[in-house]
Each structure stands twice: as structure tokens, then as C-alpha cells.
């Protein structure tokens, strides 16, 4: 029996790591693919869903896929400090593994605008924080003006090992199945994880370890859809704080997917995306951040109007856990409060049958 180790010592042969590289892992990867069950029964509609959950990575999203390649090359080249600019889900990442690589990470947030359980974990994992007054567009264009003065390796997605970390969740999809999906979905903030899975696709069917590729459809947050508008935003704003970005850095890389694979990006408003992760908590017992959930509520109005055709198999990544963003969680749940009763074994019992 061979103990699972991470994504870097599965996938060796196709990283840029060699017998010599100090892995820095947290046994990151190997992520649950879960076909949905109820949520197409109730759509009434016959298509095979599958949502790959990286809420179940280390520090609870896909960014750590990245960040082992990206941190692990950062400190093969000598690297003592890493840096990110970010929306939550990339600072907690980078923070954990600088501290399990024993080197520091510097994390710049925009004020107030980062769900409450990255903060916690980034704080837990003792980065050091600088909050901006702005948004992530501004954050990441200082990070790359700071590194150019200051002795840190950026780690954001423009890190071209986070994209030869994450392009392996393609990998483990098909590993999975046998065969890529018809279509796979994904929501679409900075682009760099469209360009990992394209990446990841096209790498295994040209090793012709899949004989298809999958159609790309990069789903965004209607306030913050730069690729639908086919324009940069300048003042992005939705709920979904993970894919609250304006200016994408992977820009020419994300139409490249779309145009060799035959896809499209759309946008989908906040009660849309929150409406997606309501119903695969409470249908699918799946509970995922809302910027992951625009790629089911993209799935599912592409197979309502038939873009989608019936009898197609498709994969949405559900990138982020729910959990990391209890405060949008309550307040979707606000008319659901839990009731309080006599500690009896009477009143109990009333409770039950008054609910049954
Ligand atoms: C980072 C992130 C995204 C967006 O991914 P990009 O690679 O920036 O397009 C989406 N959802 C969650 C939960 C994220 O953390």
C-alpha cells in the first residue's frame, strides 16, 4: 500500500522537480470528485454532474495546489520570504506553507474585504498581514512593484509553478473518470486556475492519457465579469470576495482556453451564485464558498437554456470551503434560526413531531 504525499510526489514526472527538490507538501490534492445525485433529478434533466471538491485541501482550496510547486521552487532558489496579494483563500495557503517550509510570507489583503475564516487561518499561521485600503487589482500591482525592491518570491498565479501545481486537478479528473468531461466549469476571478486546467487537458490528451478535451466555460460574478465585458473592471463588487477582481492577470492565457476549447465565459448575479450554494448544501450535502458555487449556477442555467446539451458529463470545481465564510453562510440562513426549548425530555420530543 503506497501512502498518499501530496500532488508533487504523485504527478513528479510531470513538474519541474527533480530527485534533489525538498518538497514542501501538507499532502495536498487527491481532492473527492462527487457526482451529484439529487440536484439533476430536481432540474429534471438528464446530464451526469460532478463537482470536484477542493474545499478539501489543506488549508481548504485549490490554491494549494499551487502554492506546494510555488513554494517548494521558491525555496529550492534560495528563497528566505514569499509574498501574494489576495482576496483570502491564496494568503492562507501561502502562510502555511511558509510556515511549514520555515520561511516568512507576506500577505497583502484589501480592508474588510476577506472572508472571516482566511483571516483566522491566515493569522494562525503566523503571515505577517498588511491590509490596503483598495482592492486586489491595486494589492497585486504593489506586490509586483515590491519585489522588484525587496527579497521575496511572488507566489501569486502569475507564478508559473502555482500553474503546474493546480493543472493537476485536470490530472486527478481524469484519473477519476477514465475520460476528460464534455464541459467543465469553473468560476473566474484572476484566470490563472482556467489556465491550469486547460493546461492539465491539453497536456494528457497530447500524452494520450484522454482521447478528448473538455469545453472551458469560465463563469463570473456579474459585478466583476472583465471577461464578459471583454474590458477591465475598475471597481469590482460581488458577495463572492474570492473572484472580486477587476484586472485578471492571466488574461491572454484564459481566452486562449476559451478559444481552443470552444468555450465561453458568462456572468451570474450575487443572488444567483448564492442561490447555487444553498442548493448543493441542502440538496447534495456539499458545502462550498459562493465564488465556488458560480460554477454550478453557471452549469445549471447553460443546461437550462440547452447550451449544455442532455446526455453530456460535466465537471464544476468547487474551489473553496464554505466554512471559510461563515458570515455569508448566517446570513443565507438568517430565516432558519435554531430554536430553544426546555432542556425536557418532553419538550424534545414535542419539537420533533412539530417538525415532522
Ligand atoms: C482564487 C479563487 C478563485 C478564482 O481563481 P482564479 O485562478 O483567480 O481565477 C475562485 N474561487 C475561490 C474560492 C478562490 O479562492
Redesign the pocket.
Known amino acids: 500500500m503506497t501512502h498518499y504525499t501530496g500532488l508533487i510526489e504523485r504527478y513528479r514526472k510531470r513538474l519541474p522537480v527533480s530527485d534533489s527538490t525538498r518538497i514542501i507538501s501538507l499532502n495536498e490534492g487527491n481532492t473527492p470528485l462527487i457526482q451529484l445525485q439529487n440536484i439533476p433529478r430536481l432540474i429534471g434533466k438528464e446530464v451526469d454532474i460532478y463537482v470536484k471538491f ?2 478539501l485541501n489543506p488549508t481548504g ?3 494549494d495546489r499551487g502554492m506546494t510547486m510555488a513554494v517548494t521552487k521558491a525555496v529550492e532558489a534560495g528563497s528566505h520570504a514569499i509574498i501574494c496579494a489576495s ?4 494568503s492562507a495557503s501561502a502562510a502555511a506553507y511558509a510556515a511549514r517550509a520555515g520561511i516568512r510570507a507576506f500577505v497583502l489583503i484589501p480592508e474588510g474585504k476577506i472572508a472571516l475564516g482566511k483571516l483566522a487561518q491566515t493569522l494562525m499561521y503566523d503571515a505577517k498581514i498588511i491590509q490596503i485600503s483598495g482592492n486586489f487589482d491595486q494589492g497585486m500591482q504593489l506586490v509586483k512593484e515590491v519585489a522588484d525592491h525587496a527579497p521575496v518570491t511572488i507566489v501569486n ?1 502569475i507564478n508559473p509553478f502555482r500553474i503546474d501545481g ?1 493543472k493537476t486537478a485536470a490530472f486527478e479528473i481524469v484519473d477519476a473518470l477514465g475520460f476528460a468531461p464534455d464541459y467543465h466549469c ?11 486546467y486547460w493546461k492539465g487537458y491539453t497536456e494528457y490528451a497530447r500524452d494520450r492519457v484522454c482521447g478528448n478535451l473538455p469545453v472551458m466555460c ?1 463563469y463570473q460574478a456579474a459585478g466583476a465579469a472583465p471577461f464578459v465585458l471583454g474590458e477591465m473592471v475598475d471597481h469590482p463588487e460581488t458577495v ?1 470576495t ?2 472580486r ?1 477587476g484586472h ?3 488574461w491572454d492565457f ?1 481566452w486562449t482556453a476559451q478559444r481552443e476549447s470552444g468555450g465561453w465565459f458568462d456572468k451570474f448575479t450575487d443572488e444567483q451564485i448564492l442561490a447555487a450554494q444553498k442548493m448543493l448544501s441542502q440538496f447534495e450535502g456539499i458545502f ?2 459562493p ?2 458555487a ?1 460554477s454550478l449556477a453557471g452549469a445549471l442555467h447553460d443546461i437550462g437554456s440547452g447550451k449544455i446539451p442532455e446526455g453530456s458529463k460535466i465537471v464544476c470545481t468547487l ?2 470551503n464554505g466554512i ?1 465564510d461563515p458570515e455569508i453562510a448566517m446570513m443565507q440562513c438568517a430565516d432558519a434560526k435554531p430554536i430553544t426549548i426546555d432542556a425536557s425530555l418532553d419538550a424534545v420530543k414535542r419539537a420533533i413531531l412539530d417538525s415532522l
Do not use: D
Not at 87 to 90: A, P, R
Not at 186 to 196: K, M
Open positions: 477542493e474545499g482550496s485549490f490554491k482576496t483570502g483563500n491564496t498565479s493546480q469553473l468560476p473566474v476571478g484572476n484566470a490563472g486556475n482556467i489556465t491550469a469560465g463572492a474570492a473572484i477582481i485578471p492577470q492571466s484564459a462550498c464558498e465564488a465556488s458560480t474551489t473553496g471559510k
